[in-house]
């Protein structure tokens, strides 16, 4: 069974950094990009960024490009998310979401088969 | 960047009845569409991709149709847990949702 399990979110003021973890299992990890897609309180989704299985390939969303930082381990079978310069506009909902293309390249298709159930982050002083 | 409009924002309808959902697109996307439910307090689930093709375990219900800039999923009849918010996606962009309402 595919499990995606997203942690380190909370509550971080703005300006502060914060890290985003996302556990993978029942699947071959480094077989498949990853993504982070958020969804702020009561509003739609929207993609963050993604990374390829080789980490070769990596996309932003214009809103975090420069902010963000996306990496994977594979031999951990973890994604990461690195959010520096955070502003009250990222306050969100944040999912990790698998690619369901094997070997895909950011960019390429992104259709999320299986996603986490997400973590908090909240940004206020 | 591509701007995805889905209409209409809300549709009202009661279980057993067909539910037409429309995306469109602001340049032509070819085929490479998808379609995702989310119900409240859970993360959005794949029904549709690359326009038509049903993901793993969708029920028949659901159909997708289109391409280039129009696209429609169609439920063919409402069951009781097909009442949520539908997003359609293409790479990085997402629509604004569906929300599909009990009447």
């Known amino acids: 069974e595919v499990q995606l399990v997203e942690s380190g979110g909370g509550l971080v003021q703005p300006g502060r950094s914060l890290r985003l973890s996302c556990a993978a299992s029942g699947f071959t990890f480094d077989d498949y990009a990853m993504h982070w897609v958020r969804q702020a309180p009561g509003k739609g989704l929207e993609w963050v960024s993604g990374i390829s299985w080789n980490s070769g390939s990596i996309g932003y969303a214009d809103s975090v490009k420069g902010r963000f930082t996306i990496s994977r381990d594979n031999a951990k079978n973890s994604l990461y998310l690195q959010m520096n310069s955070l502003r009250a506009e990222d306050t969100a909902l944040y999912y990790c979401?698998?690619?369901?293309?094997?070997?895909?390249?950011?960019?390429?298709?992104?259709?999320?088969?299986?996603w986490g159930q997400g973590t908090l982050v909240t940004v206020s002083s | 960047e591509i701007v995805l409009t889905q209409s209409p924002a809300t549709l009202s309808l009661s279980p057993g009845e067909r539910a037409t959902l429309s995306c469109r697109a602001s340049q032509s996307v070819s085929s490479y569409l998808a379609w995702y439910q989310q119900k409240p307090g859970q993360a959005p689930r794949l029904l549709i991709y690359?326009?038509?093709n049903r993901a793993t375990g969708i029920p028949a219900r659901f159909s997708g149709s289109g391409s280039g800039t129009d696209f429609t999923l169609t439920i063919s009849s409402l069951e009781p847990e097909d009442f949520a918010v539908y997003y359609c996606q293409q790479r990085g962009f997402f629509g604004g949702g569906t929300k599909v309402e009990i009447k």
């Open positions: 690359d326009a038509s």
């Open positions: 979401a698998k690619d369901i293309m094997p070997r895909a390249l950011v960019g390429a298709t992104e259709y999320f088969d299986y």
